[in-house]
């Protein structure tokens, strides 16, 4: 089989390392990949190949799949998919016959559209926080209904914003003024719309599920780290780090989540008539404020009472950096996985966990997620980075280029985005396998290295 994998991050490198692994896959493509995913060893022989196309330039896509007998288009960020990747494949007489893994147009809404996802668990009864969405021309109504929530206040850009587009205020004339900037213009179109709903408290969690639309299989959870400074301060980013598994993440917990969001979830996109192949992010929460219930307060959870899970978001694909962190202790075949979900059979395949827990520790340029510069030289440890060790490094921000005149043939390594390199490792547990982590990512070297040293620390 042949695959061509999209996207340029950490995520797609984790995805294109696991592909590498299966023997369904004759030759594996990424566009436009990174400095760490060319050039990958293949289980059947051979190696990966870096493609110079945009994930989202579909004519260009579409010309490269037909002229290299591509089988299957793996998705990973997220544009594509709310740009119709899916749509436009299938309804090409020249590609309709390659898989697309990823949901139509209409299924990758519930990640475009903030408004859209709210509506959607609403109407199928999927346990979200209470909100009420507004443009430039009800401002005051929105205004209005801020003063009927509780501090904190939980401002979301109707649209796509790279992960940035959630406020969270502490004091009601903070997000009176903010709600007037977003709308405003704040985060462009995306913020033509803004979402305002209560603030729930308790500890967040990813959890992955993989759908052929009418089937599912659940993949590892894991837990991420957001913002850009230790203790959960700063600015918000892309993802700092992720650890799985997840300790409140038990089999009774899981079975709420399952009978009360993620069967639901895809019954519910059936229902709807969407069509949908591929990876559902749920953003969750394991709530402690639950209104009406037992379960109200931090004194009531000490006291044993139990937590719920409520969705805070979707997204239509896998999660960065979760990824980094779930790929590892996937013991499966992926691909295999994969063609269950373009054959629909997905309940006939197995799935199986690796025990081992698995944390990622990402390695970012300095001024990141604000202004930061490129083109930095990487130095990398003696470090098996394609697999095999308990540490691998996953590329993200990175690119490959010529050495200076004079220094001879080859390639240097250097940074080329604001998250640079996650070290991802497994252990026994999430204290050695964060210790790994740890002590690699001291021996990786570029100026302006920066990276939080508490991630995991808190579950």
């Known amino acids: 089989m042949n695959i061509l994998l999209l996207g340029s991050g950490g995520r797609e490198h984790a995805l294109a390392w696991k592909i590498a692994q299966s023997t369904h896959v004759e030759n594996l493509f990424i566009a436009p990949g990174n400095g760490g995913t060319d050039n990958m060893p293949l289980a059947t022989g051979g190696a990966s190949e870096n493609v110079a196309i945009k994930a989202d330039d579909f004519e260009a896509l579409k010309a490269f799949c037909v002229k290299n007998a591509v089988d299957m288009v793996v998705v ?7 740009k119709g990747i899916y749509d436009d494949f299938s309804n090409d007489p020249c590609t309709k016959g390659i898989s697309v893994i990823g949901p139509s147009k209409a299924g990758a809404v519930l990640e475009g559209s903030k408004d859209f996802a709210k509506q959607f668990m609403q109407r199928h009864n999927i346990p979200t926080a209470r909100y009420e969405t507004f443009d430039g021309e009800h401002l005051e109504e929105g205004l209005k209904f801020l003063e009927t929530l509780e501090a904190p206040y939980v401002l979301k850009a109707d649209g796509l914003c790279a992960g940035k587009g959630v406020l969270i205020l502490p004091t009601l004339e903070e997000a009176k003024k903010e709600l007037k900037e977003m709308l405003g213009g704040m985060f462009g179109n995306a913020s033509s719309r803004v979402v305002i709903e ?31 400074g230790e203790g959960d301060t700063g600015l918000n980013t892309g993802g700092m780090g992720s650890v799985t598994p997840v300790p409140f993440a038990t089999k009774e917990w899981m079975k709420k989540v399952e009978d009360r969001i ?3 979830t895809v019954e519910g996109l059936a229902a709807d008539g969407i069509d949908y192949k591929g990876f559902i992010f749920f953003g969750l929460i394991n709530r402690t404020n639950v209104q009406g219930s037992r379960v109200e307060s931090r004194e009531s959870r000490d006291m044993g009472q139990p937590a719920e899970p409520y969705v805070i978001e979707y997204n239509c694909r896998m999660g960065d950096p ?49 202004a930061y510069q ?5 130095s990398l440890p003696h470090t098996p980075s394609q697999g095999g060790g308990d540490t691998i490094l996953f590329h993200s921000g990175t690119i490959q280029a010529p050495l200076p005149m004079g220094e001879g043939s080859g390639e240097r390594l250097l940074t ?3 998250r640079v ?39």
């Open 322 to 370: 979760e990824t980094e962190s779930v790929m590892l202790r996937l013991k499966s075949d992926l691909v295999d996985l994969l063609e269950g979900v373009a054959e629909g059979n997905l309940d006939e395949r197995t799935i199986e966990f690796d025990e081992r827990a698995a944390v990622c520790i990402m390695l970012v340029s300095g001024g990141y997620p604000e």
């Open 198 to 228: 209560e603030y729930m408290s308790g500890i967040e969690c990813s959890v992955f599920v993989l759908t052929d639309g009418t089937h599912y299989k659940i993949l590892p959870e894991a837990k991420d780290y957001k913002r850009i």
């Open 416 to 418: 080329n985005g604001g």
């Open 374 to 378: 490129k083109g930095y030289d990487i």
């Open 76 to 82: 990973g960020p997220e544009n594509p998919l709310v």
């Open 262 to 264: 993620i069967r639901p």
């Open 421 to 459: 390199i996650a070290v991802s490792s497994y252990g026994k547990d999430k204290e050695e396998a964060l210790a790994r982590s740890f002590a690699v990512a001291q021996q990786i070297d570029f100026q302006d290295k920066y990276f939080r040293r508490d991630i995991g620390m808190d579950i």
